[in-house]
């Protein structure tokens, strides 16, 4: 396991720069048998990754308790090493103080994030999708590091982002057991995403990824920075199709953003870019559409790889027949060639394998899909 692997790191990286796989589920809070047996048949095919540089580590637990202390001696030698003589005992005080208090926003506490979950009946798709969470630094850095939760300005708040932030500060409580053994219930934040998505009430095996959107999305309402959402005028394509991509790519962004705009965005959402080539008169009709996860197809094989499975989502497809699209140079429709490329990278890549063919009668893909810990996107960039 490499450096960039082994701890959870709070400096943003360039969020165009490798993704490093966060290999971890509910299974390794390490308290709670039958979640292992009930996870394996209960996410409905659905498997979601939550990727980020903080949600490295893939054996969590003891490890991660040791690496946490690590870093916390070294952090405290370093704090040694930069105080600078004072002439006042008071103000060394105070400033020692200060640093202390910036310094306890920057990093998560020792021996901290090692509390699990209680399953509370078939909620293991919800507990899987927390743990990860609960590791992914910018979640981690608002919520509990900075414990931002109110709701923004002129918004009321459903309560989500508040139960939310509670259940993480206890998930991030200091250990009472040197094992690392605590564990919490998670039935607040259970009640308050159920309140606004119905389906999640009561104890039935749920789909995991779409419990994650349906939590980033309550979370992202309570947060968001755009109290009242302006009513936009229509896209003015004509003007956009005189733009170079970059710039109608930031165009298309900064008009995103004046709607939706809270750290929730800004840590899950990019930018995916669709190109349309007419096969008649090679004319290109790009656009750029936001993204909260990745839906990824997969390969029908009995084993295969993510890269194959981003190789495979971002392969030219072509648009015949009765799928032909209009052509807007030719002025009907004509056969296209369609391509999708990543343009604008999350900080957090979610991905999610698609694991139900067929349209009629869905079959359930149990193909083995191995991923790398650390993946690199830049060939399906543009
Ligand atoms: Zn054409």
Not at 49 to 73: D, I, M, P, T, V
Not at 112 to 117: M, Q, S, T, W, Y
Not at 225 to 240: G, T
Request: proline fraction near 5%; charge should be positive.
């Amino acid at each position: 396991m490499g450096s960039t692997t082994s701890l959870p790191t709070f400096g943003r990286g360039n969020p165009h720069s490798n993704y490093t796989a966060a290999k971890r589920s509910a299974s390794s809070a390490g308290t709670d048998k039958q979640h292992r047996k009930q996870q394996s048949s209960s996410s409905n095919g659905a498997n979601s990754l939550a990727r980020s540089k903080s949600c490295s580590n893939a054996n969590f637990g003891k490890q991660q308790k040791q690496h946490l202390l690590q870093q916390q001696q070294q952090q405290n030698g370093g704090l040694e090493s930069t105080v600078e003589p004072a002439t006042n005992g008071s103000q060394w005080h105070k400033k020692q103080k200060q640093q202390q208090r910036l310094k306890n926003l920057q990093r998560p506490p020792a021996n901290g994030g090692l509390v699990g979950l209680n399953n509370l009946g078939n909620t293991c798709y919800m507990n899987s999708i927390l743990q990860c969470l609960s590791h992914t630094e910018p979640l981690l850095r608002h919520f509990v590091l900075e414990r931002r939760f109110q709701p923004s300005a002129g918004r009321n708040g459903s309560g989500l982002a508040k139960a939310y932030a509670n259940l993480m500060l206890r998930m991030w409580a200091a250990s009472a057991s040197p094992t690392g053994a605590d564990c919490t219930s998670p039935t607040e934040l259970k009640q308050c995403v159920a309140q606004y998505a119905p389906r999640f009430r009561g104890y039935s095996q749920q789909d995991a990824q779409e419990f994650l959107r349906y939590l980033l999305e309550g979370l992202h309402e309570d947060l968001n920075l755009v109290s009242v959402r302006p009513k936009l005028p229509p896209v003015d394509y004509e003007h956009l199709d005189l733009l170079l991509d970059d710039d109608k790519a930031d165009e298309l962004w900064q008009r995103y953003l004046q709607q939706e705009n809270s750290p929730v965005v800004e840590a899950f959402v990019g930018q995916l870019k669709s190109t349309l080539e007419c096969c008649h008169c090679s004319h290109k009709s790009v656009t750029f559409d936001p993204f909260w996860d990745l839906a990824l197809p997969i390969p029908g094989k009995s084993r295969t790889s993510l890269d194959a499975c981003l190789k495979l989502f971002t392969n030219q497809e072509t648009l015949d027949g009765n799928e032909r699209p209009t052509c807007d140079r030719c002025r009907c429709r004509r056969k296209c060639v369609k391509r999708f490329h990543l343009y604008r990278l999350p900080s957090v890549l979610v991905i999610h394998l698609m694991r139900f063919s067929g349209e009629r009668f869905k079959t359930k893909l149990n193909t083995l899909v191995e991923y790398p810990m650390e993946l690199d996107v830049s060939e399906f960039l543009d």
